[in-house]
């Protein structure tokens, strides 16, 4: 795969209109008609001093910005397009920090340039199926207590393997949130790998439930394993406790989605998948 360079970006996004002409075909570029006039393969002319496009016949305006991150920002779309970049180049995320020295922009312009970005790398509702890997993970927190997980984000994931992985953050890792994650994102009839752990004790008969012992040193058995979701928290805490240090509950989810979105998405070219994602409207 031929990488998609710093100097091919700023040749083709010079300035904020080329990338708002990126952004209106990437979103009406297959329009087959105008809204208004219904003329069929209608011509949209940029209209001079405004972010929008007018058809020729019938002047209807259409703005590419309009339901999307981009909405009612007042930073010029050059800025949003390069923070893109930057987040489709980075291997362990970018941080507000970093993005405030790459912009040159305000840390708190900077932070919500990036909780936007995040909103827009949304995960792919459709069911995980084949064989499966389930297992949980523990974010952030201090071990105070008896109970080593007290005061820690508990995160449940399920991988299909060599496909994609679904993660999402809950109040609490039991056994009944356990199982409305792998019921809500796993196919029935599917082969589902976890651990040992008494989360996965009630899983339905509907699934092939296969385990593996940790606590006795046990990680594969024949073809069972769970070192695919495995190595999916091994990529994502780095980004959570080394790029960002620190992510507070409320907004933990977007940033797994982030790492989760970059993963399904590996081996492509992510900075064009990314540029449709965020001219979506969200």
Request: some cysteine; proline content about 4%; aromatic content about 12%.
């Amino acid at each position: 795969m031929q990488k998609y360079t710093e100097e091919q970006f700023e040749a083709e996004f010079p300035d904020s209109d080329a990338c708002l002409d990126a952004l209106f075909y990437r979103r009406f570029g297959g329009l087959i008609c105008c809204p208004r006039c219904g003329v069929v393969a209608a011509q949209f002319m940029r209209v001079d001093g405004r972010k929008c496009y007018a058809c020729v016949h019938c002047r209807y305006q259409l703005y590419p910005m309009a339901g999307t991150i981009f909405e009612k920002s007042t930073t010029p779309l050059k800025l949003w397009f390069r923070a893109l970049y930057a987040f489709s180049v980075s291997r362990n995320g970018v941080s507000a920090l970093e993005l405030e020295r790459k912009l040159g922009v305000s840390r708190k312009c900077a932070w919500r340039i990036g909780i936007k970005i995040r909103e827009a790398m949304r995960q792919d509702p459709a069911m995980l199926s084949g064989v499966t890997e389930a297992d949980e993970a523990y974010y952030g927190g201090r071990r105070r207590s008896s109970n080593r997980f007290s005061n820690k984000v508990p995160l449940l994931g399920a991988v299909e393997r060599g496909g994609h992985v679904r993660v999402v953050v809950t109040d609490q890792a039991n056994a009944t949130n356990t199982m409305r994650f792998v019921k809500s994102t796993i196919a029935k009839g599917s082969v589902l790998n976890t651990d040992e752990s008494r989360l996965y004790y009630r899983a339905p008969q509907d699934y092939k439930h296969h385990t593996v012992a940790h606590g006795n040193y046990e990680f594969v058995r024949d073809k069972d394993y769970t070192n695919t979701i495995e190595h999916f928290w091994g990529m994502l805490k780095p980004s959570l406790l080394g790029t960002h240090r620190s992510v507070s509950k409320q907004h933990l989810q977007a940033y797994v989605n982030e790492a989760v979105w970059k993963y399904n998405h590996r081996g492509e070219q992510l900075f064009p998948l990314l540029l449709d994602a965020v001219a979506q409207p969200v």
